[in-house]
């Protein structure tokens, strides 16, 4: 059970990290699509001037923007972008959990029932969470993958004396 509990703790920070790097990806990719959308609707008045020189420029602006606007609703993420910010919080939460279920096997004299009836609670939590969010897929993008990797090393360096194998 002490191997279960620890893993599920671990891997749960993970997953809390990489969501956490993915909304602020998400995000991002949001206000540029957006800050396009707007120089596009605000750049025909500001833009007389410009336009009438540079009238190739104008056309792929426009061209950008409107192919944005049909696209947006169907780019994925941007959508599920409020149910990816519960998950961090979700995943945030079991870390808690499991590291307060971690600190009671180290630091008392626990029943051994009481542990694992937490600890599938727990899992049913993640079941629950799973269950949620089956209709989409996070996916594995190496850069954020590596931001989350030197941010995990360093929670279990810092948290769990666990030095890296990277390293």
């Known amino acids: 059970m002490r191997t ?3 893993h599920q703790m671990i891997a749960a920070q ?13 995000r991002s990719l949001e206000r540029w699509l957006e800050g396009i959308l707007v ?7 500001a833009g007389w001037l410009l336009w009438t020189h540079l009238p190739w420029l104008w056309a792929t602006i426009i061209g950008t923007a409107q192919l944005i606007q049909v696209l947006k609703p169907i780019v994925p993420f941007l959508k599920e972008y409020d149910q990816l910010a ?3 919080v979700f995943y ?11 600190e009671l096997l180290e630091t008392e004299d626990s029943n051994a029932k009481e542990v694992r009836d937490l600890y599938l609670k727990l899992k049913a939590k993640e ?7 089956a209709h989409f897929r996070v996916p594995e ?5 590596k931001q989350t990797e030197r941010d995990w090393q360093e929670y279990l360096q810092i948290n769990h ?6 390293e």
């Open 39 to 45: 120089v596009a609707s605000s750049g025909a008045v």
């Open 141 to 145: 993008y190496k850069l954020i993958v």
């Open 4 to 6: 279960k509990i620890w």
């Open 92 to 102: 945030k939460q079991q870390h808690f959990a499991y590291e307060q279920l971690w």
């Open 14 to 26: 993970y997953k809390a990290i990489y969501l956490s790097y993915f909304n602020s990806y998400i």
């Open 127 to 133: 079941l629950e969470e799973v269950e949620r969010t």
């Open 161 to 166: 004396q666990i030095q890296s194998n990277n």
């Open 86 to 88: 519960t998950s961090y």
